[in-house]
């Protein structure tokens, strides 16, 4: 997560050496320590660590990571979301709610980190977590747009009104990256039907990128009556 696996684990050996393979609550020994080091490297480390032994759903362990989550170096920001979306139990609101300040992060990788955490942690069908990732498919960076749409595919149903909704709500903006990205969310989620044919379209103007246009048609393909 982050860095070589032979890295991680030097690093590990280093200051781990003893660890039980499970942490099992509060009094568990894992060196917290660590997670404050002045390296960003060891604090990385110890949080890949940490999420490798904890127990699924410990919420001590899932505080420990939270807070890492204010972290100065984005590297650790960033596998601290990991970490969380591996540790946390579906569903969990409270670190939904704390990987979700991140999809403004100033960094690309911890925005797609999170839009990632948030399409695996969030429960399916959320309209509420649909509709904060959809937003992600504005973004300027295109690694973002793509998992965003692809967290989108993954929480939502065939058909589901609230992908639906804020899919099309892109299709005319003025952006054709973010054209194609509600585009290539709307392939993933709606019926035959779902979708005007119009809508579809309206964001396939003559001068679009041939991108736009070949999106467009996934569509179509989708919602056109036979």
Do not use: Y
Not at 189 to 198: E, I, R
């Amino acid at each position: 997560m982050g860095i070589t696996m032979g890295a991680s684990e030097r690093l590990r050996s280093a200051f781990l050496p003893s660890w039980p393979r499970r942490v099992t609550g509060p009094s568990s020994p894992f060196p917290t320590a660590r997670l404050k080091s002045d390296r960003w490297e060891v604090r990385q480390a110890a949080i890949s660590a940490l999420a490798n032994i904890a127990e699924k759903g410990d919420a001590a362990t899932i505080a420990v990571l939270v807070a890492r989550l204010a972290d100065s170096h984005w590297k650790v920001r960033r596998v601290a979301i990991k970490a969380l979306a591996t540790v946390t139990v579906k569903g969990d609101t409270g670190t939904i709610s704390a990987i979700g300040l991140h999809l403004e992060d100033p960094v690309r990788d911890v925005r797609t980190a999170a839009v990632d955490a948030l399409g695996q942690l969030a429960e399916k069908g959320d309209p509420a977590t649909i509709s904060v990732i959809g937003a992600c498919l504005e973004d300027h960076d295109l690694h973002v747009r793509r998992a965003a749409s692809d967290a989108i595919a993954n929480l939502a149903e065939k058909s589901d009104a609230a992908a639906i909704a804020v899919a099309t709500a892109r299709l005319k903006n003025d952006s054709w990256h973010v054209r194609r990205a509600a585009l290539r969310a709307l392939a993933n989620v709606a019926g035959k039907a779902d979708v005007a044919d119009v809508d579809v379209a309206a964001a396939c103007f003559e001068t679009c990128p041939c991108e736009v246009r070949h999106a467009a048609v996934n569509v179509l393909a989708v919602v056109t009556e036979d």
